[in-house]
């Protein structure tokens, strides 16, 4: 089955950068559509950044906007999320996820495979 996994999850002070990557196997990664949703304490999950399979187009939410960047390096089957300026509230889990389709979008429930998440705190 389909195996995305996360990793560089840590602690960081604010204003500090961190980068996540997802490695996936099973999935038709070059095809696939990719993003990044967050998911922080007692709070819904929540999209962060997406990615259409070519790398062509790319969408952030508005809270992350000049500060993240999503890239995907189709030839390793690895998604990435590069985050700087962090703040405390972007404390929280981070997931990739993958679809069943080139096209990205910003809504969790059309995305099919999910990591099992990796935490990033982001201290004061």
């Known amino acids: 089955q389909v195996q995305l996994v996360e990793s560089g999850g840590g602690l960081v002070q604010a204003g500090g950068s961190l980068r996540l990557s997802c490695a996936a196997s099973?999935?038709?990664?070059?095809?696939?559509?990719m993003a990044w949703f967050r998911q922080a304490p007692g709070k819904e999950r929540d999209f962060v950044a997406a990615?259409?399979?070519?790398?062509?187009?790319?969408y952030y939410a508005d809270s992350v906007k000049d500060r993240f960047t999503i890239s995907r390096e189709n030839a390793k089957n690895t998604l990435y999320l590069q985050m700087s300026s962090l703040k405390p509230e972007d404390t929280a889990v981070y997931y990739c996820?993958?679809?069943?389709?080139?096209?990205?979008?910003?809504?969790?429930?059309?995305?099919?495979?999910w990591g099992q998440g990796t935490q990033v705190t982001v201290s004061s």
């Open positions: 099973r999935l038709a990664f070059s095809w696939s559509a």
């Open positions: 996820a993958a679809r069943a389709s080139t096209v990205a979008v910003t809504t969790d429930r059309e995305y099919n495979y």
């Open positions: 990615i259409s399979y070519s790398g062509g187009s790319t």
